[in-house]
């Protein structure tokens, strides 16, 4: 599958039995389904295996919108995340399969974690 991208493939990224992502071979940029990203998510370290792309490329095609569904649905919408308004991501309107730039899941990761554990600290005050 060619990376909607840039030049370079998508080619199968695994991390443990659970998670099977496809990410490019040039620009580390990763095609996931939303319940990838779920998953992804919850799983410890998954930005570390799977998101090992550098930022500042992934930055850098930030600005390339306008891309195909690498599946060939054609033209995929810009989303907003619905947590994080600061990160867009594109997403197919006929697979659901989304395309995220090198560092955006770590980004969208990171807050999630720092949510939660705001979350702990709060419930958890008496506690130590
Ligand atoms: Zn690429
Ligand atoms: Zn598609």
New binding site residues.
Partial sequence: MD??????E?VAARYGDEIEIQR??????LWVYPDDLQRMKSTWLAEAVLDTGSPRVGKS?DEVDDIDCPLGHGPMLKRVDPEQSHIWYEQCPVCDGIFLDAGEFTDMKFETLLDRVRGVVKGRRDVD
């Fill in positions: 990376c909607p991208k840039c030049t370079g998508l490019c071979n040039v620009c580390a940029g095609l």
